[in-house]
């Protein structure tokens, strides 16, 4: 069986490249017209120019060599449409013809954009043209195909490329394993790592970083140490990344210390962290609300020479924020600009939600105009904080405003968004507007999430509607929905508040069949509640609950 049939086997290509025209026409014609004028920087320009008088020169060893640096220039920028564009003018030129390297440049391409077809295309034409792929080729059809989710077309490719006896190199491999892991195979992708060792090819660092990275981010840190090990005892050096991936690891399942001791290892076996370890780090803590452990990192990144980044930075303001720290988040913030940083949206909204989390809406509306001023466009994270801030600070109209503002930029108003709304028209005695918004949300193809219905719930409850809340409830319980302990908690909150504690009791063992494990708010509801009808039996009995739980 030739390699040809075995590659049409595995997809029958739509375009024979012996009509090179066919090749661009997947593509609008305008956008051809449009591939120069997409580019506004002279050095793109400056590379174009250059192909195309290389190609008026007709063909030379050196203008072979020079065509395809200048085609793998435009690729590492990710201008794979001008390349396409290129490349047809190379072959519809009858002085110079395309070669292998430029040929596997056109593949990565195709492959890039998603359109395998074409890729085969080119595959056919490398064979027709008398060339041998080589493994560089192969890799980059594994990778069109890996880079769509078909991993096990790309399998099944590898499978019969092997068995043609022709060997795919560490890449290959590596490409393979990691199209494995991003489909969340890593089994596979370490039965493949296996299946490989000693025969097809040697493992190394890239390889077993990969599947590693996939068990830190699955939380199955022991396995992930396991494979480090096995990649010490196989002399497998780690590297920075294989030190990044544990690092991440443990921050995910809350290892904090371990991390700062696998830090400490890292610098000890010579390997320099950078900035992305310790931003990993800094982060971690920040999350936790413990800044001054993220300083102490902060310190340690300084004295190693690694200079902090925006990321760094946006972590301690988030950090501080958490802790309501805000004034010293603002410090940070304001130094970022005389660092010569970049202060972009993220770092904005990261403030902006500080101030309003602690009630200063007035300084989020100058960062928020601020923002604009400095043409930096908000995204729906930025609105929905300053939106939930105006909100709860009773500033509803303007809230709104801004809700129709962000529609008029593109940014779709999310659910988060009219969560806000909906709490704010509750807490304003507004109930009516706000069952009328959740059906308007419906009608615009936006489902309410449990919270949404949550907050309609208590707002029903507080305003004398417990039939109307109680629907609602019901309603949400038979659909499927997976009720939290909030949501139940301010349905027995209503039942108590008007005296009905027989349906409260009825709603707490119902949660608990639920498997939805009561609160101490939940139980403190009802036992207050209790003790107020001098039902002081049932009372206790739930505070012996309380107790058992460790509630107490």
Known sequence: MSLRYVVVSLFKPKFHLSNPNKLIRCFPSSTNSRLYSQFHDQEKHNLISSFNRLLNQGYTLNSIIQIGKILGSLVKGKHFLTVVSLHRKLELNTGIKSNLFSLNI??????????NSLSFSVFANILKKGYQPDAITLTTIIKGFCLKGE????LHLHDKVVAQGIALDQVSYATLINGLCKVGRTGAALQLMRRIDGKLARPNVVMYNTIIDSFCKNKLLNDAFDLYSEMLAKRISPDVVSYNTLISGLCIVGRLKDAIGLLHEMILEKINPNVYTFNILVDAFCKEGKVQEANSVFAAMMKQGVTPDAVTYSSLIDGYCLVKEVNKANDIFN???HKGLTVNVHSYSIMINGFCKTKRVVEAMNLFKEMQF?????????YNSLIDGLCKSGRITYALELVDEMRDRGQPPNIITYSSILDALCKNNQVDK???LIKRLKDMGIQPSVYSYSILIDGLCKGGRLMDAQKIFEVLLAR???LNVY???????????????DEALALLSKMKDNNCIPNAITYEIIIRSLFDKDENDKAKKLLGEMIARDLL
Request: charged fraction near 5%.
């Open 434 to 436: 706000a069952v009328a």
């Open 487 to 501: 949501t139940y908690t301010i349905m027995i909150h209503g039942f108590c508040n008007n005296g009905l504690l």
């Open 151 to 154: 991993v096990y077309q790309a």
């Open 480 to 482: 499927g929905h997976n």
């Open 374 to 382: 400095r043409k930096i466009i908000p995204n729906t994270v930025t």
């Open 106 to 115: 056109l593949i990565n391409c195709f492959c890039q954009l998603g359109h």
């Open 335 to 337: 130094a970022m600009a």
